[in-house]
C-alpha cells in the first residue's frame, strides 16, 4: 500500500482559500486518492476522491498532477465549521485486499476568525 | 437512509467484564468495516467483512476480541475479557459493492474500561 505524507497542522483563517497536500511517492497504478474530514467526536467523512487531474465537488476540490505523486485538497473560503482533521489515503477503489485504507495521522486545520 | 448506527454510544466497564458492540450498516452495502481509534495510534483498522464473510482481521489485536456479521444488516465487535488499554473510540463503517474506498463511518462508540 502506498504510504502517504502530509502536514501534521495547518492555520487559517475565516474566508481564506486552504490547500493540504499530501504525498505518495509509491502510488499504483490502480490506486485512487482519497480524502476524508473528521470533526472531535465524530467518524471520519468522505468528501472528494479522484485518479487524475482535477475533481471538484460541492465541498472541495482535488487537484492531482499528471505523475500523480501528490495531490491537493482545496477548500475554498474556509469558515470556523471546516476545523477539522483532514486525512489522506491512497488505494484501490474498490476496497478488498489490495484496498485497505490506512489512516495516517491527518492534518490538523484549524480556522481562527 | 439512517446510515450506519451504533449502539450504545458510550459505554463504561470494568476490567474482565465481557463487552458487545453493535453495528448496522447502511442498507446495500456489502463492505462492513471495524475501526479503533486513540490519540496515541490514530485510527486503526481491526477487521472488515464482504457479503458478511471475514476478509482480513489482521488488525484485531488478539484473541479477546471478535467480530461476527451474522446477517447483512449486523455485526458485532466483542471484547473478553476487557482491559484498561482497550479504552478507545470504536467506529464502524460501511460501504458499496466495489467502492471500497468511499466508506460511511457510525458515530462511533467511545469504550471506556476501568
Known amino acids: 500500500l502506498a504510504k502517504t505524507t502530509q502536514p501534521i497542522s495547518m492555520d487559517s483563517y475565516e474566508g481564506q482559500e486552504v490547500n493540504i497536500t499530501c504525498s505518495h511517492n509509491?502510488?499504483?497504478?490502480?490506486?485512487?486518492i482519497t480524502w476524508y474530514q473528521q470533526f472531535p467526536s465524530q467518524g471520519p467523512r468522505f468528501i472528494i476522491q479522484?485518479?487524475?487531474t482535477k475533481v471538484t465537488n460541492e465541498v472541495a476540490s482535488l487537484f492531482i498532477p499528471a505523475d500523480r505523486k501528490s495531490s491537493t485538497l482545496s477548500l475554498p473560503r474556509v469558515s470556523l465549521s471546516d476545523t477539522a482533521v483532514y486525512y489522506c489515503?491512497?488505494?484501490?477503489?474498490?476496497?478488498?485486499?489490495?484496498?485497505?485504507?490506512?489512516f495516517g495521522k491527518g492534518t490538523k486545520l484549524s480556522v481562527k476568525p | 437512509d439512517a446510515g450506519v448506527i451504533q449502539s450504545p454510544r458510550h459505554e463504561v466497564t470494568e476490567m474482565g467484564q465481557e463487552v458487545t458492540l453493535r453495528c448496522k450498516p447502511i442498507?446495500?452495502?456489502?463492505?462492513l468495516f471495524w475501526y479503533r481509534q486513540t490519540m496515541m495510534r490514530g485510527l486503526e483498522l481491526l477487521i472488515y467483512?464482504?457479503?458478511?464473510?471475514?476478509?482480513?482481521d489482521s488488525g484485531m489485536p488478539e484473541d479477546r476480541f471478535s467480530a461476527k456479521m451474522p446477517n447483512a444488516s449486523f455485526s458485532t465487535l466483542k471484547i473478553q475479557p476487557s482491559e484498561p488499554r482497550d479504552s478507545a473510540v470504536y467506529f464502524c463503517?460501511?460501504?458499496?459493492?466495489?467502492?471500497?474506498?468511499?466508506?460511511?463511518f457510525g458515530p462511533g462508540t467511545r469504550l471506556t474500561v476501568t
Open positions: 463503517a460501511s460501504s458499496r459493492p466495489d467502492r471500497g474506498s468511499e466508506q460511511y
Open positions: 509509491n502510488i499504483a497504478t490502480n490506486d485512487y
Open positions: 479522484g485518479y487524475k
Open positions: 489515503l491512497v488505494g484501490d477503489r474498490g476496497g478488498g485486499s489490495q484496498g485497505n485504507l490506512i
Open positions: 442498507s446495500g452495502h456489502d463492505y
Open positions: 467483512f464482504n457479503n458478511n464473510v471475514p476478509i482480513d
